[in-house]
């Protein structure tokens, strides 16, 4: 079957780094992405992994290991707007159209 | 990023009556679109894909005459909810595929929020 784990919750500071998990199994591999998603509103594309590694974009960063079935999203210099939902999908190999395998979503609140 | 756009954006209906949803790609040809239902504080369930010109592909344990879709043209796929009746009540968000793209990232519009009395 597919399966996607993250933590429900997280809390951080103002201006610290947070890293959020997250760990799949799924019928074969093609992509891992991370959307945020404010209350209320859709999902906003953050980041995409294919190859292992970190992927690098300003404030925010995603690693993959595909041997581990892992990835994390890394988010520097928090700020509270970046309070919201971060959801991580996979795309498997098998079940065509491209669609994605979402996670529950890790709930991050940033306090002062 | 590429822009989705979705109409309406709420809609309170009585029971029994049917609802429809709008996604278009505004900026870009899209063969293929998803429609999800989200539930207060849960993730996005996948409830069908949306083939342009051809019959939609609906998950498992979502009824294809309740939920009806129509992929008319590269930039609309509708979404119809027939009789509608309160539990149908949810935040419905559709997504295009955007081929232009080598990791073709699916881009989401802002949803719908249905509240069925």
């Known amino acids: 079957g597919q399966n996607i784990d993250q933590p429900t919750e997280m809390t951080a500071t103002e201006g610290a780094i947070v890293q959020i998990n997250c760990t799949y199994q799924?019928?074969?591999?093609?992509?891992l992405f991370w959307y945020q998603q404010h209350a209320g509103e859709a999902p906003t594309f953050l980041s995409y992994?294919?190859?292992?590694g970190l992927e690098e974009k300003g404030r925010f960063s995603s690693f993959l290991s595909r041997s581990k079935g892992y990835s994390y999203l890394l988010l520097k210099e928090l700020q509270m707007k970046d309070s919201a939902s971060y959801l991580c999908?996979?795309?498997?190999?098998?079940?065509?159209?491209?669609?994605?395998?979402f996670g529950a979503g890790t709930r991050l609140a940033v306090h002062p | 990023g590429a822009v989705v756009s979705q109409h309406p954006s709420w809609v309170i209906c009585k029971s029994g009556t049917s609802v429809k949803i709008e996604c278009r790609s505004l900026?870009?040809?899209?063969?293929?679109m998803f429609w999800y239902r989200q539930f207060p504080k849960q993730s996005l369930m996948l409830m069908a894909t949306?083939?342009?010109?051809?019959?939609?592909?609906?998950e498992q344990g979502v009824e294809k005459d309740k939920f009806l879709i129509n992929h008319a043209s590269l930039t609309l796929s509708t979404l119809t909810v027939t009789s509608a009746h309160p539990e149908d009540s949810s935040f419905y968000i559709c997504?295009?595929?955007?081929?232009?793209?080598?990791?073709?990232?699916?881009?989401f519009g802002p949803g719908t929020r249905l509240l069925v009395l």
């Open positions: 997504s295009a595929r955007d081929g232009r793209e080598l990791q073709e990232t699916q881009y």
């Open positions: 799924t019928s074969g591999f093609n992509g």
């Open positions: 992994n294919v190859l292992d």
């Open positions: 999908a996979v795309r498997p190999l098998l079940g065509g159209y491209n669609k994605l395998i």
């Open positions: 900026d870009f040809q899209a063969t293929t």
């Open positions: 949306s083939n342009e010109g051809s019959k939609a592909t609906y």
